[in-house]
């Protein structure tokens, strides 16, 4: 059974970083795409970052310059890197695996931006 485990969450102030930290277990085969979502109260789930197994990279236009996705292969874990944060940063963020036939979701970590 696979499984993701998301970790690094926290209260952190305006202008300051995360490392968000997303741990895969199980039997993944033919990973398409690792990447991260994030939901903030009372809005829809929204894409962050994605790193397909091509090596293409993307971010959506609101994180740009501020957060770096990577990925370490060998174990299928993913990282976000998130600096200069802002209050608007705030959500429930997710790890995501894309494979041939499915898509994988983590539990989420908090992220609260706040002075």
């Known amino acids: 059974q696979v499984q993701l485990v998301e970790s690094g969450g926290g209260l952190v102030q305006p202008g300051g970083s995360l490392r968000l930290s997303c741990a895969s277990s199980?039997?993944?085969?033919?990973?398409?795409?690792m990447g991260w979502y994030r939901q903030a109260p009372g809005k829809r789930r929204e894409f962050v970052a994605s790193h397909n197994t091509d090596g293409t990279i993307t971010y959506a236009d609101s994180v740009k310059g501020r957060f770096t996705i990577s990925r370490d292969n060998a174990k299928n874990w993913v990282f976000l890197q998130m600096n200069s944060l802002k209050p608007e940063d705030t959500a429930v963020y997710y790890c995501?695996?894309?494979?041939?036939?499915?898509?994988?979701w983590g539990q989420g970590t908090q992220v609260t931006v706040s002075s």
């Open positions: 199980g039997n993944i085969f033919s990973i398409y795409s």
């Open positions: 995501n695996v894309e494979v041939a036939l499915d898509t994988y």
